[in-house]
């Protein structure tokens, strides 16, 4: 599926949760699915040799150019600026109200281009100001399938202990109720032959 930021977002509430495990997204969108969803949501990262890859292609236009995106882009470009002793004005958004404010800002400023994300990438359109896309390079899209693999396995032998538990629970010869703090029946083993004051007095205990 593809979306940006809300679109993606909407997308996954759309989905059957029930038939995922884990979601893989990158940047800002996968912020932004993370907040609306319970699936495991993985990060495809941007590297510090995917943004040097950038600022390289960069470099060749010889022209006074800008890095704008999420925090996961903009903290490996701080670092990477940083070692490398590149003077580059960086700039977080964090949705894109705010990338819009910074473009406005960088058109009136005369700034030539912007290293940036999908989302800003589309945006620098509307203000006349070409934009270079960063992306994630196959290591990083590997490392992403990867852990989206391991962290599948990992809830499937979970989920696994979880049954037996219940199952162990289920066998033995008494009726259970577990909740949580807030009253919400987490597992049930009543019998339905039990009387309705004993099943109020369970979920009341």
């Known amino acids: 599926m593809v979306g940006d930021l809300g679109e993606g977002a909407r997308l996954v509430q759309e989905i059957d949760e029930e038939e995922f495990d884990i979601v893989i ?7 932004a699915i993370r907040r609306c969803t319970d699936l495991k949501v993985v990060d495809i990262p941007l590297s510090v040799y995917d943004i040097l890859r950038s600022i390289k292609l960069a ?19 701080t670092f990477l600026c940083e070692v490398l002793r590149y003077n580059v004005d960086i700039y977080t958004i ?7 404010t910074i473009l406005q800002g960088l058109e009136n400023s ?6 940036c994300d999908v989302v800003t ?5 509307e203000y006349g100001i070409p934009a270079l896309l960063i992306t994630s390079g196959i290591e990083s899209v590997e490392d992403a399938l990867n852990t989206a693999v391991q962290e599948g396995l990992a809830r499937r032998k979970a ?3 979880a049954q037996f538990f219940q199952d162990v629970i289920r066998a033995m010869p008494y009726d259970t109720l577990v909740s949580d703090e807030a ?7 009543l019998s339905p ?5 004993v099943l109020a007095k369970a979920h009341s205990a």
């Open 183 to 189: 009253g919400q029946d987490l597992f049930v083993s």
């Open 94 to 100: 964090h949705d894109q109200k705010e990338a819009r």
């Open 159 to 161: 989920l696994e202990l």
């Open 25 to 31: 997204s990158r940047g800002g969108t996968a912020e």
């Open 121 to 125: 990438n589309s945006l620098a359109q």
């Open 59 to 77: 470099e060749n236009h010889n022209c006074k150019y800008a890095v704008i995106g999420f925090p996961a882009i903009t903290r490996n470009a």
């Open 193 to 197: 032959e039990l009387p309705d004051s």
């Open 110 to 115: 005369g700034c030539q281009m912007v290293l």
